[in-house]
Antibody
Framework: QVQLVESGGGVVQPGRSLRLSCAASGFTFSSFGMHWVRQAPGKGLESVTFMSYDGANKYYADSVKGRFTISRDTSTNTLFLQMNSLRAEDTAVYYC????????WGKGTTVTVSS | DIQMTQSPSTLSASVGDRVTITCRASQSINSWLAWYQQKPGKAPKLLIYDASSLQSGVPSRFSGSGSGTEFTLTISKLQPDDFATYYCQQYNSYQWTFGQGTKVEIK
């Protein structure tokens, strides 16, 4: 069935880096745009970044621009989020989601930025 | 960025009630609006897209309406499984934004 599974979260110190992965299955990954969305503890949803189906277009929230990079590997059907210069305010559950509107979501992976 | 404002922030209701949640956009988004349901510890679930189209598999007691800057999500007869937080989200621009959420609680 159609599925997204995130991994790579953990506890990291401020200023360090982390790379999240999202493994897609059950659909033609190369045909869909993909999002990363995050949710800080007890807060609402924030769209972090999006990549078009062909990788030609990428969009970033102002809060992560210049620090986060979205990428994809269609040979392994995997979406990535490279997060550099992490800050305490990046602490959140990170979800990957398919297309717009976001019709398929993963279960999320938790990132905690703390010293 | 387009700001999305939901009201109310919290709503207390009983099983069987008709429930309406409002979402306002800071500028026109045509009909590029989605509604999501989220339960604690779970990922959001798409309910409505393009303001009024019901996502496959979603019960027909959910409906959406509106265009431009004002939108509503209606649950015709609240069921026990519907107690959750609901978010609107605009996709008119490439700076996708969500409303702050409306928590539907048991009265």
């Amino acid at each position: 069935q159609v599925q997204l599974v995130e991994s790579g979260g953990g506890v990291v110190q401020p200023g360090r880096s982390l790379r999240l992965s999202c493994a897609a299955s059950g659909f033609t990954f190369s045909s869909f745009g993909m999002h990363w969305v995050r949710q800080a503890p007890g807060k609402g949803l924030e769209s972090v970044t999006f990549m078009s189906y062909d990788g030609a277009n990428k969009y970033y929230a102002d809060s992560v621009k210049g620090r986060f990079t979205i990428s994809r590997d269609t040979s392994t059907n995997t979406l990535f989020l490279q997060m550099n210069s992490l800050r305490a305010e990046d602490t959140a559950v990170y979800y990957c989601a398919r297309r717009q509107p976001m019709d398929v979501w993963g279960k999320g992976t938790t990132v905690t930025v703390s010293s | 960025d387009i700001q999305m404002t939901q009201s109310p922030s919290t709503l207390s209701a009983s099983v069987g009630d008709r429930v309406t949640i409002t979402c306002r956009a800071s500028q026109s988004i045509n009909s590029w609006l989605a509604w999501y349901q989220q339960k604690p510890g779970k990922a959001p679930k798409l309910l409505i897209y393009d303001a009024s189209s019901l996502q496959s598999g979603v019960p027909s007691r959910f409906s959406g309406s509106g265009s431009g800057t004002e939108f509503t999500l209606t649950i015709s007869k609240l069921q026990p499984d519907d107690f959750a937080t609901y978010y609107c989200q605009q996709y008119n621009s490439y700076q996708w934004t969500f409303g702050q959420g409306t928590k539907v609680e048991i009265k």
